[in-house]
């Protein structure tokens, strides 16, 4: 009696459409493998971390906080560039009219001087993801409306 056969050839030689399908297969893993983390991802200790050791020495974050040589970012999200009021900020960050979203707060931690030249603050991270863990970060601190 003759045994059934099995296709024992590697997927690529194999017909089309199982050759497609494998191949899609494998590329959404290994798109999945380097996706970023999304924000639910995210470990807050780690985001945290992240603000501290890359904007803490001129930041303070906690509500109330003192400025230093930057100002408190407490609940800055959704609100408007240069709106603390007992900071003195530049006048290009004054007249900016930038709203501190998502978008604007990762281009302006990229590179504020690129972004709006004259502002005082020289800080730049060219990593996304650490921007991303910041942005989360200065997220949390957002108050209730």
Known sequence: ?????????PFWRR???????AIAVLGVCGLAAFAPLSAQEIDPARAKAQFLSSCGVCHTAEKGGANRQGPNLHDIVGKSAAAHGDFKFSEPLKSSGFTWDEATLDRWIEDAAAMRPGTTMAYRQRDAERRKLVIAYLKTLTEPK
Do not use: G, I, K, L
């Open 1 to 9: 009696m003759p045994s059934a056969s099995v296709d024992r050839a």
């Open 15 to 21: 017909a089309p459409a199982c050759r497609s399908t």
